[in-house]
Structure formats: structure tokens, C-alpha cells
């Protein structure tokens, strides 16, 4: 699972609906600390583009990329079999489209898969093997699946 969340919470009351108004920005809560890095890019994504979806993907990668961390990513734990295996999903909270994908093996970035998920199927879920066929037709950056045991 990432380590952002919550990423499309806008301040304010105006309904899930509204756009944001100038001045306005996304809250942005992460687990752990070494996340920090990832808020900031999700905010500054945002501020970019004003897409709150996007901030969020935006900030994941930084996360993804993270070698020093050993819980998100490529770096993170293995299964018990000793596989690293991905979840990420995301949510554009005005149009309520979600997507996600669940233990996928050797894409680099599942969150742009888990995007793809949401803007481009009917689906809301895809995993393992399918998840990754559908990254990889997709043309996203894939890894050789390495057995690193427990």
C-alpha cells in the first residue's frame, strides 16, 4: 500500500463536486515519515495542475522510487513466497471513479497502473497477473520479478 493518503481531501464545504478555489489546498496525510518528500511533490503536482488525482499519483511515485524505505516500492518486504507484490489505488473524489491494483509483480510504478485502472476500464480492481498484463500493455516501466526470500 502507498504511504500517501487521503490525498483528494480538499479544505472547505463545498461539496465533492466543486472545483477547488484559488488559494485552496489538498490536505495531505501520510503514514510514515519518510513520506515526507512525496506530500511535498503531491503539492506541488497540485498546484501545477490543480488535478487532485494527479497530486496524489504525482506524490506516490516519489514513494515508489524510495530504495530506502522497506515497505513501499520495489524495496519493500516480500509475500511469504519471497515475491515483492504491489497494491495502489487511487480516487478522483469529484467524478468518484476509482482504480486500483492489487499484488502486481514487477512494474516500478503500480499507482500509474492503479491510474490507468480508473481513466481507461470499466473496472475498479485488477490483480496479480492480470494487473500486470494490463501495465505492461499499457506501456508502463516493468522490473525482472526477482525472489528475494523471507
Known amino acids: 500500500m502507498s504511504a500517501l ?17 484559488k488559494g485552496e489546498m489538498p490536505l495531505i496525510v501520510s503514514t510514515w515519515p519518510f513520506a515526507k518528500a512525496s506530500k511535498r511533490c ?10 487532485l ?17 522497506k515497505s513501499v516500492g ?9 515475491v515483492v507484490q504491489l497494491d495502489a489505488c487511487i ?10 491494483v492489487g499484488a502486481i509483480e514487477g512494474i516500478r510504478h503500480p499507482i500509474s497502473a492503479a491510474r490507468r485502472v ?10 496479480g497477473e492480470g494487473a500486470r498484463m494490463f501495465a505492461l ?3 508502463l ?3 525482472e520479478v526477482q525472489f528475494r526470500g523471507n
Open 5 to 21: 493518503g487521503a490525498a483528494a481531501a480538499v479544505t472547505g464545504s463545498r461539496g465533492a463536486d466543486s472545483p477547488p478555489i
Open 91 to 100: 480516487m478522483d473524489g469529484p467524478t468518484h471513479k476509482a482504480g486500483s
Open 42 to 51: 503531491g503539492v506541488e503536482s497540485f498546484v501545477a495542475r490543480r488535478f
Open 53 to 69: 488525482a494527479g497530486c496524489g499519483g504525482a506524490g506516490i511515485w516519489v514513494t515508489e522510487s524510495d530504495t530506502t524505505n
Open 137 to 139: 500493455e499499457e506501456g
Open 141 to 143: 516501466e516493468s522490473v
Open 118 to 127: 480508473m481513466e481507461k476500464t470499466k473496472h475498479v480492481l485488477l490483480v
Open 74 to 82: 520495489l524495496s519493500g518486504n516480500p509475500n511469504a513466497a519471497g
